[in-house]
């Protein structure tokens, strides 16, 4: 029984059988049967995969990509295929537990933020240390929902995963009017925002 299970799987999945060998319909399930256990994987071993992510995060996804691909065109055998994959996403896990508990480990694995703009003052060295244009502050400027004048922003840092992250100023007090009452009073309103 077993046995003859066994030889069906086989026959469907055309395991032990060349490249040239492997037909349509059995390449289609080879890539049912990658695609579900990738999916397990992925997901046993991080959420991150499908946030924002680091370089630590891409180099994985394509890393798997590339592995889990060889199991479906036959290019490599199915059962390696599937263990090499696996061993990539506890690696990559492994990285990410060492990375929280360990701060230099973390900053060797996924890098450090860079701080682009600093009381409004624009930091010309950590922009071309970063390969980062005028143009591409400006824009995440923008995005951020400021105009792009950096006198306006307290901080900006071009973080870990690529992104630049913005804090704005807070704007100086504005007096708005001054009044002087007939008892002697005087009324000074300021905004604050």
Partial sequence: MIEGLSDMIQSLLGLGRSVEEIGSGQ????????????????RLGSKRFLGKATAFDVIIGIMIGSVMSRGINGGAG????LAAGSVLVALHWLFAVLSYHTGWFGTLVKGKPVKLIEDGRVRNEAMRGSSLSENDLNEALRLGGITPDPSRVRLAYL????????????????????????DGVQTVRIQLE
Wanted: glycine share 2%; net charge neutral.
């Fill in 159 to 182: 973080e870990r995963n690529g992104s630049i992250s913005v804090i704005t100023r807070k704007p100086d007090p504005q007096i708005l009017d001054v009044a002087v009452s007939e």
């Fill in 27 to 42: 390449m289609a399930l080879r890539s049912v049967v990658v695609y579900v256990v990738t999916l397990a994987v992925v």
């Fill in 78 to 81: 199915l059962a390696p295929t």
